[in-house]
Each structure stands twice: as C-alpha cells, then as structure tokens.
C-alpha cells in the first residue's frame, strides 16, 4: 500500500505528532520512510547546497536523530536536506523521487495566519498527486 512514505520536518516540537503516527503506519506496511527537512534560513536560500551554517547542521543532527528512532523500531529510513522554500522544495522532491504518501504536521494556523505567513502544507497538497497525509499538532 505505502512503499514509501515521505515524512516532512520542519525541527520543532510538531513533528512528535507526524513522527509517532508514521512510525506505527510505516511498521504495519512495511514502508520504507523518508525524512526530509528543508533548510530554509538565509544561507541556504542563497547557497544551496553549498551552505554550512549552524542551522544547516543542527538539521542534520537532527535529521539523525529522528532516522535513528526509526530504524530502533525496525523501519528502513533514510534522510534528506533540501534548501530553500520549504513547499517549493518539498513538491520537486516528490516530483523528482515519487512516493506513495507525503506526512506532513501542521500548525494549525487560521486562514489569517497562513495568508500572511504562507503555508507549506497547503502548497503541497494542491501542488502532488500522491496521498497527503496532514496531522495537526497538539
């Protein structure tokens, strides 16, 4: 059913929500996971992948992290570090790799909110034609 789930992070505290769901998910159907993260400060959107701040590694200690907790549990994982604008990165990673789920957290912003401060999820989910699966964190 999900070969391959792709698991967005953006590194805050609403990831837990998306992280134990899929985890439980991709163990019943023995889906391969990919976490990727899309670095998205000042160096990253200038240099790509070229980049090394603080942030950008910090991501991938991150990013580690996470894959680690995976693969405790027995899931075949591996990560991504993409840069720029997170759901113009994340639409050409599906483009470019496909998957059979894309899990994302959201925020739970108002309508007000993502008009002003923009909304990845939403671009995602208008922009794929895979199943996107959002959870709204606590």
Known sequence: M????LVTLDSTPTDRAIIDHIKALAQWAHSQVVLLHVADGWAARTYGEEAISREITEDRQYLDRVRAEFAAAGIETRCELAYGSPGDEIVKW??????DLVAMSTHGHGFLA???LGSASNHVRHSIHVPVLLLRAK
């Open 114 to 116: 993502d008009l002003f």
């Open 2 to 5: 999900y070969r391959t789930i």
């Open 94 to 99: 599906v483009e470019k790799n496909g998957c």
